[in-house]
């Protein structure tokens, strides 16, 4: 691989266009569910293991079976009750395994992008044929349970390559979730030319970061989402923001966790000047009305540096 794979220029979040979001909204928000769905005993990687311990990993994979069978419908619940339409990182094996899950979520015309076929089953490794097989296989599968092609991609177990956002943009996508280095969408280079940007989904707010890496308790946790989100909300007052929130229906949908993320659901909701949406939503918006705008401030502050 590359140093750089060059997908993005420098672009100082300092003194660019603003981006003024729909109804003069000065934040864009969404929630990005991971609704995944994990092997007991998938094909060994040679480059990452699946499971921590050996197999049969019962303990890993039982709790993740809870959160389809249990933590999905209860987080659903609450998502509905704010007016939040999720944004579904979607495992495509889910459709075969749980198709009453797909099926609750198109009810409420949620989101679907693609998360893979598996999350036991990673990009390192494979040829750049292979990838491109794995993603148009999520994206057919997504399209013939949904109708919709997905617009977004978010590799699996975030094991991207240096190839997976050109060959999601070949495969008609827009947006990529695997750049995690701006509060605002950026334009992203890839190889068919077509108009691909990144837009935000943080790791910080992420529950699995928050839960299992750095073992942070549920108020804490949702103090942290109320802090990052009154930061950005005031910087939206000088050009528009994203904030994403992206979750696992085995962490935040525990029931000791709801709560703490309820609170912080309600309070960010309760701001009028939010636009509570999808990542595709955003993805749109930003590409019809800021991608060309984007790309003549980064060309012509890179001339002004030279």
């Known amino acids: 691989m590359k140093e750089d794979p060059q997908l993005y220029d ?5 003194n660019r266009p603003k981006i003024e979001w729909p109804n ?3 934040m864009a928000f969404w929630v990005a569910p991971n609704i995944e769905f994990y092997e007991l005993e998938p094909p060994q990687n040679p480059h990452r293991k699946p499971w921590p311990q050996a197999t049969p990993a019962v303990a890993g994979y039982s709790i993740r079976d ?4 249990v933590g999905h419908v209860r987080q659903m619940q609450l998502l509905e009750k704010y007016g939040i339409r999720g944004s579904i990182s979607l495992s495509t094996a889910l459709c075969d395994h749980h198709p009453e899950i797909i099926e609750l979520c ?7 992008f693609s998360h893979g076929v598996y999350n036991t089953r990673y990009t390192y490794g494979l040829s750049e044929e292979q990838e491109r ?6 994206v057919d599968t997504i399209e013939k349970h ?12 975030l094991s991207h390559s240096e190839h997976t956002m050109d060959l999601f943009a070949e495969a008609g996508g827009t947006y990529t979730c695997d750049l995690f280095h701006d509060d605002q969408p950026t334009p992203v280079h890839v190889r068919n030319g077509s108009k691909f940007i990144s837009i935000p989904y943080s790791l910080e707010m992420n529950d699995t970061i928050a839960y299992v ?8 946790y ?5 802090d990052n989100f009154d930061r950005l909300y005031q910087e939206g007052d000088e050009s528009g923001t994203v904030m994403c929130i992206p979750t696992h229906n085995y962490q935040v949908s525990c029931p000791h966790r709801l709560r703490a993320f309820e609170q912080a659901l309600e309070y960010i909701t309760g701001h009028s000047d939010v636009w509570v949406t999808t990542g595709r939503e955003i993805a749109d918006y930003y590409i019809e009305h800021y991608y060309d705008q984007s790309l003549a401030d980064i060309k012509a502050k890179s001339r002004s540096t030279a």
């Open 10 to 14: 420098y672009w100082p979040y300092h």
């Open 146 to 157: 949904t109708g919709k092609k997905p617009a977004g991609y978010l590799a699996p177990a």
């Open 24 to 26: 003069g909204a000065k």
């Open 222 to 226: 949702g103090q942290i989402i109320k």
């Open 213 to 220: 890496v750095n073992k942070i308790e549920p108020r804490r």
């Open 66 to 69: 809870y959160g389809n069978r």
């Open 133 to 138: 097989e794995m993603i148009q296989d999520s």
């Open 106 to 112: 198109a009810e409420r015309d949620w989101e679907f």
